[in-house]
C-alpha cells in the first residue's frame, strides 16, 4: 500500500509517473496526491470547498472531471478542490470541519461513522450515484466456490480499508455462513498479484474487491474476466447502495446553496457521461495523461452498467434513495455491527437537495 500520509492537493499537477497511474488503474486504496483540476474559475468570488473522492483519477469518477472541464461548478459559483482519497469506506472518516467538506464514499461506512456520532452531528448524504453495491470476492473460475456456503474455511484476501472486507460480515450474516469460519485476511498487497496468484493455485482462495476494480487490476497481469467467477453482494443484500456523495454536517448547515450548487454540477456531470463516455474519458486523460484509456473506459461503462443500472434508478432516478430499502440496510448495519443507535432515514439522508426528477439520469436502469 502506498503512502498513508493525508491527501494534500497540488495546486499545478504534472504529467503522472508510472506509480502513480498504475495505483490510479487498480485502485489500490493508497492516497493519491491530484492537483486543482481545471482552469481557475473566473468568478473570483467563488467559494472553495475541498472535496475527498473514493480513489484516484479514474473511469468511475470521470464525471467529476466532466463537471469542473464544462465549468458545471463555477457556474454555481464554487471553486472544488479534488483530491484522490484511499478507498470507498476508509476515506470517510477523513471528512471532517476543516479537512474536507465533502466526500465521495461508501453509504454503510458513513451510516456507521453517523451511528457512532452523536445525534445531529454527523455527515449527510445527499446525492447517491451506486444504486447496486459493487462489493464482491473474485475466485477461480475453474475452482469450487459456488455459493457463501463453500467460502467456509477459506481464506480470501484484501486491503484492510477494503469496503468489501470490511462489510463481509453483512454478507456473512445475510448468507447464513458463519463469518468466523471464512479467514479474513487484510495484508494483500497489489490487488492484481493476488488474482494472477489464485488463478495460478498458489494464492488465496478469493480476493475482496469491486467487480470492475478487479476486473482492472488484473488485466495488466494477463488475468481475463472470464476466469474469474464474483460472488457478488447484491445476490444476498438487495437492500445496499454504495457511493454516495455527502457533506460534513457544518458545511449542511452553514452552506445550503453550496451543497444545493455542488449535487446539480455532478448530476449534470453524470448526465453527460451517461450520454458519452468516450467523452468523459478523453476528460480523464487530459487530467490523468499516463492512464490507460481503453482499461478506464471498461471500468467506467462497467460502472455504468453495473453499480448504477438498478431498475430503482429509473424510477427515481440517480442520486435519490428509496426510504424503506435504506431504513433496511440500516437496521441491518446497526444489528451485525452492533452500532450503538439506530439512525433516522432523514439523519442519513436529505433528497431536498436533488435537482428535479427529469433532469436526473433514469436511463442507465436495467
Do not use: C
Amino acid at each position: 500500500m502506498m503512502n498513508a500520509s493525508r491527501p494534500v492537493p497540488l495546486r499545478h499537477p504534472g504529467r503522472l509517473t508510472r506509480r502513480q497511474s498504475l495505483g490510479a488503474l487498480a485502485a489500490l486504496g493508497g492516497f493519491l496526491l491530484w492537483g486543482k483540476l481545471g482552469a481557475e474559475p473566473t468568478n473570483r468570488a467563488a467559494k472553495i470547498f475541498r472535496l475527498l473522492l473514493n480513489t484516484g483519477l479514474s473511469g468511475p469518477v470521470a464525471f467529476f472531471l466532466v463537471a469542473e472541464d464544462r465549468g458545471y461548478f463555477r457556474e454555481q459559483g464554487l471553486d472544488i478542490r479534488l483530491s484522490g482519497g484511499p478507498g470507498a469506506a476508509a476515506m470517510v472518516p477523513m471528512v471532517r470541519d476543516g479537512a474536507y467538506d465533502i466526500g465521495y464514499g461508501d453509504i454503510s461506512a458513513l451510516i456507521e461513522r453517523i451511528a457512532r456520532s452523536a445525534p445531529g452531528t454527523g455527515p449527510v448524504a445527499v446525492y447517491t450515484t451506486f444504486n447496486v453495491v459493487p462489493f464482491t470476492i473474485a475466485v477461480d473460475a475453474r475452482g469450487p466456490i459456488w455459493r457463501p456456503q463453500d467460502l467456509v474455511g477459506k481464506r480470501i484476501v484484501g486491503h484492510a480499508s477494503d469496503a468489501a472486507l470490511l462489510t463481509f460480515d453483512l454478507y456473512a450474516h445475510a448468507a447464513g455462513i458463519d463469518a468466523s469460519r471464512v479467514r479474513v485476511d487484510g495484508s494483500m498487497g497489489s490487488m492484481g498479484q493476488a488474482v494472477k496468484d489464485m488463478v495460478q493455485g498458489h494464492g488465496a482462495d478469493g480476493v475482496f474487491g469491486f467487480v470492475n476494480t478487479l476486473i482492472a487490476s488484473a488485466a495488466p497481469f494477463d488475468v481475463g474476466a472470464d476466469a474469474l467467477r464474483f460472488l457478488s453482494w447484491s445476490e444476498v443484500l438487495p437492500e445496499m447502495y454504495g457511493n454516495t456523495l455527502f457533506v460534513t454536517r457544518e458545511m449542511y448547515r452553514r452552506d445550503r446553496q453550496a451543497v444545493h450548487g455542488v449535487v446539480r454540477a455532478l448530476n449534470q456531470g453524470l448526465a453527460d457521461t451517461a450520454k458519452n463516455s468516450h467523452l468523459a474519458i478523453d476528460t480523464l486523460l487530459r487530467h490523468a495523461p499516463a492512464s490507460d484509456g481503453l482499461i478506464n473506459l471498461r471500468r467506467l461503462e462497467g460502472t455504468l452498467a453495473i453499480e448504477m443500472a438498478h431498475p430503482e434508478g429509473g424510477q427515481i432516478g440517480i442520486g435519490d434513495m428509496d426510504d424503506q430499502r435504506l431504513k433496511r440496510l440500516i437496521d441491518r448495519l446497526v444489528a451485525v455491527k452492533r452500532l450503538p443507535r439506530t439512525p433516522a432515514v432523514e439523519e442519513v439522508f436529505d433528497r431536498s437537495f436533488l435537482p428535479p426528477l427529469d433532469q436526473r439520469v433514469r436511463s442507465l436502469a436495467h
